[in-house]
């Protein structure tokens, strides 16, 4: 089973026809989840989550009330804890709901300390584990995660560029089939090696390293961001 | 004398008024500088940047003529090169022109992998000497970067949160003054520790630490990027 986790981050950088995208997937049975606002927002698509994490103090009361009548299963974070919502939510999904993978939209945009902490959160020892079944997905960047090992990286769709981002200590990173290719790279501080692009016949770029946790970040432009603001 | 660098991330991340706070940072002495596409964009807002900086291979040829004829100092980076246009920015910057401080507008937003660049570019050694002096701004964020040693952190005015991210190995951090204090922290990977508050009364948190860099991002909510897609 899939799963889909709404933060939440600001709807302007979420992934164009969401809602759309998500009744698709619950039809296909995506299980969905609503971290903490991220609930109130999936119901204000009429798409009631079927989990919903948070400690919910953002929201007014009659919002929470919402949330309680129509979720199923909701779990209360403590404010001050350890584990943030989000990372609650990757904790139930994959260990109580047994999920394949996790999609995160909402993750990005806006306080860019959030986006940070939903970055770092898979360098976390007990959640190296899932690092691989987690992407962080918004409106024009598709984020994975790697463990070391080789690997063979697929284009998703309408994509063109990829980074390589090494989120702590890399050794003997070696990136080949891509139009910038790297042998033996290694570096004891983060480094995102941006601007990378699939060769114009190809789909697929490989990657291998032995130490290390490495982000994909699969990315394109959008004209129409630009020219709104003069 | 301060500098600011536009670079070519989506304008609507920048900071708000940004035309009206270039022409009043200029009137006031400050050097600005085109990054890139950023150099277009400062035409664009009939701001002529004292430096431009880029391969500018994504700019139509009567867009490159146009920043010819009218920017006097223009350096060209060659495309494969091991800066990036915003690290050469920075080295003109502060090694030729020897600017006290670095604002960076337009390094966040849209593509991922360039903010991760950015954000991770202080922690090469040829860098770090300037990490004190380099600032990331957009909308909701204020980004600044500590070195090892004791600091106090003065609150940028209208923003209620603050998060203190670890970009490599740090040991023996500290925080105190704050609403979330921390004592003795150490971590050889990243972390962000998101959403902490200056206390109400208090401009400023107390920041230390003996080995690593660090990034202070202040950040705000802001109300009207919700509610625009539905």
Redesign the interface.
């Known amino acids: 089973m899939k799963a889909i986790a709404l933060l939440g981050g600001?709807?302007?950088s979420?992934p164009i026809d969401?809602?759309d995208k998500l009744i698709k997937a619950r039809e296909k049975g995506t299980f969905i989840i609503g971290v903490d606002r991220g609930s109130l927002l999936l119901e204000?698509?009429n798409l009631t989550p079927d989990l919903a994490v948070g400690d919910f103090d953002s929201l007014k009361k009659e919002e929470l009330l919402r949330i309680n009548q129509s979720v199923s299963d909701i779990r209360y974070s403590v404010p001050?804890k350890d584990l943030?919502d989000t990372e609650l939510a990757l904790h139930y999904a994959f260990d109580d709901y047994c999920v394949d993978s996790l999609s995160l939209i909402g993750a990005?945009?806006?306080?860019?300390?959030?986006f940070?902490?939903n970055?770092?959160m898979l360098?976390?020892p007990e959640f190296r584990q899932y690092a691989e079944k987690v992407q962080i997905i918004?409106q024009?960047?598709y984020?994975s995660f790697l463990n070391p090992g080789k690997h063979v990286v697929k284009r998703i769709e309408n994509y063109t560029?990829?980074?390589v981002?090494t989120?702590?200590?890399v050794q003997e990173l070696n990136i080949s089939n891509a139009k910038?290719n790297l042998a033996g790279y290694s570096n004891?501080?983060?480094?995102?090696?941006?601007?990378n692009e699939f060769l114009p016949d190809q789909d697929t770029f490989n990657v291998s390293f032995k130490k290390g946790l490495i982000?994909i970040?699969q990315?394109?432009?959008?004209e129409r961001?630009?020219?709104?603001?003069?």
């Open positions: 600001p709807n302007i979420w969401i809602k204000e698509l001050e943030t990005t945009g806006g306080r860019l300390d959030h940070l902490t970055l770092f360098l976390k918004d024009q960047n984020i560029y990829f980074g981002a989120l702590n200590e910038y004891t501080n983060p480094v995102s090696l941006s601007s982000a970040i990315s394109r432009d959008l961001f630009q020219n709104i603001q003069k």
